[in-house]
Nanobody, 123 residues
Framework: QVQLVESGGGLVQPGGSLRLSCAAS????????GGWFLQAPGKEREFVAA????????KYADSVKGRFTISRDNGQNTVYLEMNKLKPDDTAVYYC????????????????WGQGTQVTVSS
């Protein structure tokens, strides 16, 4: 059983940056691929970024390509999401997740989820 805890959310102005962290415990984290999803009020949870177990493969939603970077440090059991050039439309609760798949963008293929961290982009 893997437990995931996100941190790093907050209020930022448009054009600003944030770095989200997802700390894992309770399992062999390096055995899992990692992902980030967002959920805005009244909307479905949607894919943001994913990374394979060793970081060799990464995938991004079109809306964040060139602005967000996913990375991981297996020694620290942590996955990161570096978010730059933030827009008001990026406002949402951000969730990290772990999957036994090599890498996936599909929400239902993730086995474990964190509780989420709020990101608000506003002036």
């Amino acid at each position: 059983q893997v437990q995931l805890v996100e941190s790093g959310g907050g209020l930022v102005q448009p054009g600003g940056s944030l770095r989200l962290s997802c700390a894992a415990s309770g399992g062999t984290f390096s055995s899992y691929s990692g992902g980030w999803f967002l959920q805005a009020p009244g909307k479905e949870r949607e894919f943001v970024a994913a990374i394979s177990w060793n970081g060799g493969i990464r995938k991004y939603a079109d809306s964040v390509k060139g602005r967000f970077t996913i990375s991981r440090d297996n020694g620290q059991n942590t996955v990161y999401l570096e978010m730059n050039k933030l827009k008001p439309d990026d406002t949402a609760v951000y969730y990290c997740a772990a999957s036994t798949a090599v890498i996936t963008t599909a929400r239902d293929r993730y086995n474990y989820w964190g509780q989420g961290t709020q990101v608000t982009v506003s002036s």
